[in-house]
């Protein structure tokens, strides 16, 4: 007979305990519960998470990376579509972040009201990181699905 496990029980009182805290001791000013630009930046990290593969990490418990016995070359994204490291989903963690900051920079830059120049100079930026990113997550795409045709600027 295996004893239960509580961890899951403690983690979930001491979240809601902490939460409960929080809202007891700004109970006079509890204007950050209305901030769209917190709960975007909430979202976003849950979305980031959740399509990086961090879940899928959580269920398999694969390695960080990979070390060749024959070489000692480390690999930090995995050969197969069948699985990957734990590397591997924080740098796609970091490409799509990269890739939305981007898209805010251009959103920002066609919205804003500011000087042309400087409006010119963030959508260059943000369209810089667009591409640049959207390549590179594009390039480990294709090494992991061996014959996917397409590219856009890294091979």
């Not at 295996?2 to 000013?29: D, M």
């Not at 920079?105 to 640049?132: H, M, Q, Y």
Request: glycine share 10%; with cysteine.
């Amino acid at each position: 007979f295996r004893p239960p496990n509580y961890s899951g029980t403690i983690a979930l009182a001491l979240l809601v305990s902490l939460v409960g805290g929080l809202l007891y001791l700004r109970r006079n000013n509890l204007e950050f519960i209305y901030n769209k630009t917190g709960w975007a930046m909430v979202s976003l990290c849950i979305v980031f998470a959740m399509t990086s593969g961090q879940m899928w990490n959580h269920i398999r418990g694969p390695p960080y990376a990979h070390k060749n016995p024959h070489n000692g070359q480390v690999s930090y994204i995995h050969g197969s579509s069948q699985a990957q490291f734990v590397a591997e989903s924080h740098i796609i963690l970091v490409l799509n972040a990269a890739i939305t900051m981007g898209m805010v920079l251009l959103n920002e830059a066609a919205t804003s009201k500011g000087d042309v120049g400087k409006r010119r100079i963030i959508c260059l930026v943000g369209l810089g990181l667009v591409v640049f990113f959207f390549s590179f997550l594009l390039s480990i795409f294709r090494s992991k699905y061996h014959g996917y045709p397409y590219s856009f600027l890294i091979k």
